[in-house]
């Protein structure tokens, strides 16, 4: 068990935190996309606005505050992981470094709060395109020109029970990526106690 400063040293733990709430899916957002996620991640983390400059970075390079600019790469990869993942999983470490300064990096704050931010950026629907701007209306041809615009079409109330399937369906499928996890863990567990045993099995009276 980690220290209240310690790392936690369960990878597993990032699995069951954050990493399982994605599906395996690794969601790339467009460049504009990217920068208003990057702002309402940190709204979310601090509870106010940045206040300096949001850019665009490219590369390797983090997304992290570097001299009062907060800069966001859309498609950093880190490991196992990319685009929004990345993004959030870079500013949960910048946040953990200034709201805990006296934590390890991986310490269960940070975890806790990486969790925090994936699930209000997948509540949000931004791993749908729920960033993306409205397309603009066309233009009208010229044979249109001085008519009333026609009225906007009414817009449609969602659907709740499609709504609540499509959340069931995607809660079913996290809980059977875990367990399909959880299979291949418990068979290579028992593997290891099964030669552990016959390795010494005089000295373990079996």
């Known amino acids: 068990m980690a220290t209240r400063k310690g790392s936690v040293r369960d990878a597993d733990l990032w699995d069951r935190m954050v990493n399982s709430k994605f599906g395996g899916v690794q969601p790339i957002l467009s460049p504009e996309e990217s920068l208003v996620a990057a702002r309402k991640l940190y709204r979310h983390a601090f509870g106010k606005a ?30 196992h992981t990319r685009g929004l993942r990345s993004i959030i999983h870079d500013l949960s470490h910048f946040a953990h470094s200034r709201l805990n300064p006296r934590d390890a990096p991986h310490s269960i704050r940070q975890a806790r709060l990486e969790a925090k931010l994936a699930k209000f950026a997948l509540e949000r629907g931004w791993h749908e395109g729920g960033l993306a701007k409205p397309k603009p209306e066309p233009i009208q041809s010229s044979d249109k020109i001085g008519q009333l615009p026609e009225p906007p079409p009414a817009k449609a109330k969602p659907d709740r029970v499609a709504e609540r399937y499509r959340k069931m369906v995607a809660r079913r499928d996290r809980w059977k990526a875990a367990a399909e996890r959880a299979t291949r863990l418990l068979a290579k567990a028992e593997a290891e106690v099964r030669t552990y045993e016959r390795r010494h099995r005089d000295r373990l009276g079996i």
């Open 50 to 79: 940045f206040p300096g400059e949001v850019k665009l970075t490219t590369g390797n390079r983090y997304t992290w505050v570097r001299r009062g600019v907060l800069s966001v790469n859309p498609d950093k990869r880190e490991g």
